[in-house]
């Protein structure tokens, strides 16, 4: 597609279970984020990929946030033994090379119940 | 704290008026700038951006002017439409944030017809 595609758009986690969230691209794009936005809130960076490098990842609450970009393109961000606090909208975003603008996708929802 | 803020929470305008959203930066380093709009369920949108070379930018109803002496950024939206109504947040690129943008809290724009 032509924006950045995320999956799935909703999802209900029970406190405790594993979820993974998927990324896909603007195609050709080397910088991906991964930002997290509670309600009322702006976006807060969690991490970025260049390629299939992951250069910052201080964003990343806990050790049970994890993501990965192994092939450069789509990207998984896995929360473990998922809590109350981390429901949030989990944006994606992607940019071309070199450059500072970043383009969103319509967001994963999670709520953890 | 965020080095990136909003100087009011919610603006409220009529059909046709025009819009000023602003923003206050703390990083006197930041260096590029940009504007976002989100609707409801939906991810941040780029409007414009702006880098620290300029003072003035605009593009199609849209006006952003930085006044980098004393660290402000504003978004003129000319003869406001009903479908402008969303959030609209300023980010900054900080070199102390490295690839990050960091997001302002968000101005909540109501436009009645």
Redesign the interface.
């Known amino acids: 597609g032509a924006g ?1 595609s995320q999956s799935p758009r909703y999802k209900v986690a029970k406190r405790g279970q594993d979820v993974a969230l998927r990324c896909d691209p603007i195609s050709g794009h080397v ?1 991906l ?1 991964w ?1 997290q936005q509670a309600l ?6 969690l991490t ?1 990929f ?1 390629n299939e490098a992951q ?2 990842k ?2 990343l609450p806990s050790d049970r946030f994890f993501a990965e970009r192994p092939e450069g393109s789509v990207s998984t961000l896995k929360i473990q033994r998922t809590q109350q606090e981390d429901s949030a909208v989990y ?1 994606c ?1 992607s940019g071309p090379r070199r450059a ?8 994963s929802w999670l709520t953890v119940v | 704290g965020e080095s990136v803020g909003l100087h009011l929470p919610t603006l409220s305008v009529q059909e046709g008026d025009n819009s000023i959203i602003n923003c206050a930066y703390s990083n006197s380093a930041s260096d590029y700038f940009i504007w976002y709009k989100q609707e409801s369920g939906k991810g941040p949108q780029f409007i414009i951006d702006i880098r620290s070379n300029m003072d003035k930018r605009q593009g199609q109803r849209v006006t952003v002017l930085l006044n980098k002496t004393v660290k402000h950024l504003s978004l003129q939206i000319a003869a406001t439409q009903p479908g402008d109504s969303a959030v609209y947040f300023c980010a900054e690129n900080s070199p102390q944030a490295g690839t990050a943008l960091i997001f302002g809290k968000g101005t909540t724009l109501s436009v009645s017809s």
Do not use: K
Not at chain 1, 100 to 107: A, K, N, P, Q
């Open positions: 950045v910088s984020f930002y009322g809130q702006g976006p807060e960076f970025y260049q250069l910052d201080s964003g944006l975003a500072d603008t970043i383009y969103f996708g319509e967001g």
